[in-house]
């Protein structure tokens, strides 16, 4: 079985900074790509950004120049660092994994959410 478990939501004041951590455990083979996606009230779940196991990343047009994904392959890690938040940036926050485990076959993971409120 594969967990993510997630943290540093919260609160914080437009312009404000928070770091969000997701890790991955259990009987995994190998991780190709780890990202966080975002669902606002009444809106469906989108990417923010997304990191391959090769280092390239992708980002949401919206979050370019503000968020910053990182991993740390060795801890099965992936970071979010949010810089200059807004209050449009306000939603739970996912955290997903695609990867294999020791049968051959890929699997999409989910973690179970993390709130970001921007407010003043």
């Known amino acids: 079985q594969v967990q993510l478990v997630e943290s540093g939501g919260g609160l914080v004041q437009p312009g404000g900074s928070l770091r969000l951590s997701c890790a991955a455990s259990?009987?995994?083979?190998?991780?190709?790509?780890m990202g966080w996606y975002r669902q606002a009230p009444g809106k469906q779940r989108e990417l923010v950004a997304a990191a391959t196991s090769a280092g390239s990343t992708n980002y949401a047009d919206s979050v370019k120049g503000r968020f910053t994904i990182s991993r740390d392959n060795a801890k099965n890690t992936v970071y979010l660092q949010m810089n200059s938040l807004k209050p449009e940036d306000t939603a739970v926050y996912y955290c997903n994994a695609v990867l294999a485990l020791y049968d051959g076959y890929e699997y999409d993971y989910w973690g179970q959410g993390t709130q970001v409120t921007v407010s003043s």
């Open positions: 259990g009987s995994i083979f190998s991780i190709y790509a």
